[in-house]
């Protein structure tokens, strides 16, 4: 679980300073940097999710 706040604070902290030093609109940056970590946890699991299929295949 800490390692999935740390991943989570991590990716908001560089998805906001980036997108704040690009359009440096406070309310869209805090939106980017709050998106960003949701989209990586939903990719990532469903990339685990797919490889676990895939290695449970039997093989042919």
Avoid: D
């Avoid at 805090?30 to 970590?37: D, F, I, K, R, S």
């Amino acid at each position: 679980m800490a390692r999935s706040i740390k991943f989570a604070a991590t990716h908001f902290s560089i998805a906001f300073s980036m997108s704040y030093a690009v359009n440096q609109n406070l309310a869209i940056s805090t939106l980017v940097g709050m998106a960003e970590p949701l989209c990586f946890a939903i990719g990532r699991t469903a990339a685990r999710e797919a490889h676990v299929g895939l290695s449970a295949a039997p093989a042919a």
